[in-house]
């Protein structure tokens, strides 16, 4: 079983930064591609950010790009979100995703962790 934890979220102000974390056990994380996703309330879950397994390839949502860097650490077992310039319509609970990269955009994804919340404020 695949266990993952996210950490990180808090409250920033709208410009500001935060670094997500996702912790990743039972498995090695290089089987993995891993994604970020976030739920705002009364929205549907959408896709943040995504890396391959080896940290070659990255993928964003265009309305992160440029201001969020996903990255991964396979020897700590740990992915990273780093995110800049954030917006008060960021705020959400922010999910991190093992999965395949071919189905990582529509959410389909094998693991999910708990997620963290992450509020923007104006």
């Known amino acids: 079983q695949v266990q993952l934890v996210e950490s990180g979220g808090g409250l920033v102000q709208a410009g500001g930064s935060l670094r997500l974390s996702c912790a990743v056990s039972?498995?090695?994380?290089?089987?993995?591609?891993m994604g970020w996703f976030r739920q705002a309330p009364g929205r549907q879950r959408e896709f943040v950010a995504g890396?391959?397994?080896?940290?070659?390839?990255?993928h964003y949502a265009d309305s992160v790009k440029g201001r969020f860097t996903i990255s991964r650490d396979n020897a700590k077992n740990t992915v990273y979100l780093q995110m800049n310039s954030l917006k008060p319509e960021e705020t959400a609970v922010y999910y991190c995703?093992?999965?395949?990269?071919?189905?990582?955009?529509?959410?389909?994804?094998?693991?999910w962790g708990q997620g963290t919340q992450v509020t923007v404020s104006s």
């Open positions: 890396i391959s397994w080896s940290g070659g390839g990255t």
């Open positions: 039972g498995r090695t994380l290089s089987a993995y591609a």
């Open positions: 995703a093992a999965g395949t990269i071919a189905t990582m955009t529509g959410g389909d994804m094998d693991y």
